[in-house]
């Protein structure tokens, strides 16, 4: 029943920015806490940000702070994650994921299909 859809990956060069979107649906998106992950080839998931429901709390991975803002819109049911100043190693599918703000992504049980995006130098 739970849906989360991510859009808006897609090729850029290296500086260049992107906005990624998550809708969700099936769940009290307002009422719950959203993440988003990151994996490369060959790599395991890497935790990128997280914001809990009310927007009060936000954490992010040391390798994206200062150049990627995640946010949310409660009556759109749609997190977002603005990407700027972005780098060949960000390169990766990206996922967002449910009902949590942990930075394991073993703690949660709903998730995206994911959108690839990719840097180029």
């Known amino acids: 029943q739970v849906q989360l859809v991510e859009s808006g990956g897609g090729l850029v060069q290296a500086g260049g920015s992107l906005i990624l979107s998550c809708a969700a649906s099936?769940?009290?998106?307002?009422?719950?806490?959203m993440c988003w992950f990151r994996q490369a080839p060959g790599k395991e998931r890497e935790f990128v940000a997280t914001?809990?429901?009310?927007?009060?709390?936000?954490r992010y991975s040391d390798s994206v702070k200062g150049r990627f803002t995640i946010a949310r819109d409660n009556a759109k049911n749609t997190l977002y994650l603005q990407m700027n100043s972005l780098k060949p190693e960000d390169t990766a599918v990206y996922y967002c994921?449910?009902?949590?703000?942990?930075?394991?992504?073993?703690?949660?049980?709903?998730w995206g299909q994911g959108t690839q995006v990719t840097v180029s130098s």
């Open positions: 914001i809990t429901y009310s927007g009060t709390y936000i």
């Open positions: 994921a449910a009902g949590s703000s942990s930075t394991y992504s073993g703690q949660y049980a709903y």
């Open positions: 099936g769940l009290p998106f307002s009422r719950t806490n």
